[in-house]
């Protein structure tokens, strides 16, 4: 049974979570004795404390009983996530030194490595070295704010719009946050309920619909392979 109980560690089973931390897109559980077990959400998966008599969802793939009145599920209808087990903290910080500054609070200067780039930014909000943590939506979202076009090559930003930009991200985030995400979908919280984030946004699944500014139909395109919303008046 020696690998079943190596398997048994990995998911931390009988282990205290001393800490969690989070960067980007990843979620990382520390355990008492360092270990750590870092869970990635795909776009619709879900992880989160639970009442252990609430009905179990389809593609509920791990379930860690906490006491006898709730449960920790991870659940992933697409499988895009996934849960990975690094031994010590020193593992988890080579992981994430590939991702950029995280998406909630970008520092001054965090366009630096992508300044001079001729990629589309939004194509390189999306990329988690450049900044980690922006979502399709939230990226389409930021840059109506701003006034940005997605196709923009990222070295013809002035150092002003990307700071604007940058507060952009935060205040998109910290808001999706606030009122619990953005149902799209198939997406919904741990528990069920939905957030309500959707309801407030720009561009993100209103392509010919009017501008929220300029009544003008917005536009949709795919860009860096992922669909895209804008207005062609107010975003350039
Ligand atoms: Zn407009």
């Known amino acids: ?113 992508i300044a001079a780039s001729r990629r589309a930014i939004k194509a390189a909000l999306l990329d988690q070295r450049a900044v980690a943590g922006v979502g399709n939506i939230y990226a389409d979202e930021a840059l109506s704010m701003v006034g940005l076009a997605p196709e923009r090559p990222c070295s013809r930003l002035t150092a002003r719009q990307f700071e604007a930009l940058g507060q952009a991200i935060g205040a998109v985030m910290r808001s999706a946050l606030a009122s619990g995400g953005s149902t799209i979908r198939t997406y919904r919280r741990m528990g069920g309920g939905a957030g309500t984030f959707q309801a407030s946004l720009r561009v993100y699944g209103r392509a010919g619909q ?3 500014t300029c009544a003008r139909p917005l536009e949709s395109a795919l860009v860096a392979g992922r669909t895209t919303v804008w207005c062609r008046s107010c975003q350039s």
């Open 210 to 212: 009017p501008c929220v």
């Open 1 to 113: 049974m020696a690998g079943a109980s190596r398997q048994a560690k990995r998911l931390l089973l009988g282990a205290h979570v001393r800490e969690i931390v989070r960067h980007g897109k990843q979620l990382a559980l520390v355990g008492a004795d360092g270990s750590v077990l870092v869970v990635q959400l795909g776009m619709t998966g879900s992880f989160g404390v639970v009442p252990a008599s609430a009905p179990c969802e389809p593609h509920t793939h791990i379930i860690w009983t906490l006491d006898r009145l709730r449960e920790l599920r991870f659940v992933d209808p697409r499988r895009f996530g996934g849960v990975t087990w690094l031994k010590d903290r020193h593992a988890l910080m080579a992981r994430w030194s590939h991702l950029g500054p995280d998406a909630l609070a970008l520092p001054s200067g965090w366009s630096a490595p």
